[in-house]
């Protein structure tokens, strides 16, 4: 069974995850230009913090993830809070076929460490965004390994923002800029408390 399948139901009962959200949202409400009709991606969308929180500021959204128990939790928040501009997506920018080029924007939250090939993904991010389109990547700034307590759980220690430019220029992405959107701060499994910080890599096609 797909490791974040397994996570779905509970995802949202860590406070932790909720504020990184919310932080990350705040950032990307401050870097990027929302408009009453632009289209979003949220990808890795999981339980949908992210995508509930920028709703308000797109025209449509669109949460799209991998595992079919996280996108079922978001179709349960759409029909509890009655929300009409936001809809569900199982696809994979790993394996799956291109979607048209009809984004206006393309966002994501701590899903890029579990995917293998950054610079394919960027690659077909941007041939998914309309010209001028907007991107932000917000994910772990490079660590030692042990965010994740399953060390298997995740394909890279985060990033170092430098390579990370360097992936988004080569996919032909300009006004690359950086921010730390949050610190998320956990014990380790020997117990002692770290300090994660959470970029925002944000840029234009
Ligand atoms: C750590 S969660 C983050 C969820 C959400 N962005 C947030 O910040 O609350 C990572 C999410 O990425 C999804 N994911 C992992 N690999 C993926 C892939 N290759 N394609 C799409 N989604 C993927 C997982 O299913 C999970 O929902």
């Known amino acids: 069974m797909n490791y974040f399948n397994e996570l779905a139901a509970d995802f949202d009962r860590e406070p932790k995850r909720i504020e990184l959200a919310s932080e990350?949202?705040?950032?990307?409400?401050?870097?990027?230009?929302?408009?009453?009709?632009?289209?979003?991606?949220d990808y890795g969308a999981g339980t949908g913090l992210l995508t509930f929180k920028l709703q308000p500021h797109a025209g449509t959204i669109t949460a799209v993830d991998s595992s079919e128990q996280m996108l079922d939790v978001i179709a349960a928040k759409i029909a509890r809070v009655q929300v009409h501009n936001v809809q569900t997506l199982k696809w994979n920018v790993e394996s799956?076929?291109?979607?048209?080029?009809?984004?206006?924007?393309?966002?994501?939250?701590?899903?890029?460490?579990?995917?293998?090939?950054?610079?394919?993904?960027?690659?077909?991010?941007?041939?998914?965004?309309?010209?001028?389109?907007q991107i932000a990547f917000a994910d772990l700034d490079a660590e030692e390994g042990d965010f994740h307590s399953d060390a298997t759980a995740a394909a890279h220690r985060g990033f170092d923002r430098d390579e990370f430019a360097a992936h988004l220029r080569m996919a032909g992405f300009r006004n690359v800029r950086f921010s730390t959107a949050s610190v998320v701060r956990k014990p380790t499994s020997s117990g002692v408390e770290k300090e994660y910080p959470v970029f925002l890599a944000a840029a234009e096609k």
Not at 30 to 40: A, D, H, I, M, T
């Open 24 to 41: 990350v949202g705040d950032a990307m409400i401050e870097n990027l230009r929302f408009s009453p009709g632009c289209q979003v991606m």
């Open 96 to 133: 799956d076929a291109l979607l048209p080029a009809s984004f206006d924007i393309i966002v994501g939250s701590m899903v890029l460490h579990h995917i293998e090939n950054t610079q394919g993904a960027m690659d077909r991010f941007a041939m998914m965004l309309k010209d001028g389109g």
